[in-house]
């Protein structure tokens, strides 16, 4: 059946990235007076832009999902991966790079995830 198919988490981020304008990442306020280079580059850059709010929302989808003792664990793999994208400066494909890495990561996790049928 090809409902059974249909990955929520990346449905619902798909929806989030098309309500979204570039002024206003998902994550994070553009408008923050101070902000570190690799935000900068994602709020001036839409690609960019669009790849943080589909992550944060799969990641937040994902998180409720998760049961409880499981949910640290996907915190503490978004921390390190934070850390990863402030590597990165202001370097876009850097960046671009991460998010790539970082949902495909939380793709794999959500296959794992034990759900009915």
């Known amino acids: 059946m ?7 988490p990346i449905a619902a981020a798909v929806f ?7 002024a206003h990442a998902a994550s994070f306020n ?10 900068k580059a994602i709020c001036d850059n839409r690609a960019l832009n669009d790849a943080d709010v589909k992550m944060v929302t799969t990641f937040e989808l994902l998180s409720g999902l998760m049961a ?6 996907l915190q503490d ?9 402030q590597a990165c400066g202001p370097d876009v494909a ?7 890495e970082r949902l495909k990561q939380l793709d794999e996790t959500y296959k794992k ?3 009915p049928l």
């Open 113 to 115: 995830i034990n759900r």
């Open 16 to 22: 989030m990235t098309s309500l979204t304008g570039v």
């Open 2 to 8: 090809p409902y059974r198919t249909l990955r929520l």
């Open 30 to 39: 553009c408008d923050a007076k101070e902000l570190k280079p690799d935000e």
């Open 68 to 73: 409880m003792g499981s949910r640290g664990a």
């Open 77 to 85: 793999e978004q921390t390190a991966w934070l850390k990863k994208r």
């Open 94 to 100: 850097c960046i671009e790079a991460a998010y790539d």
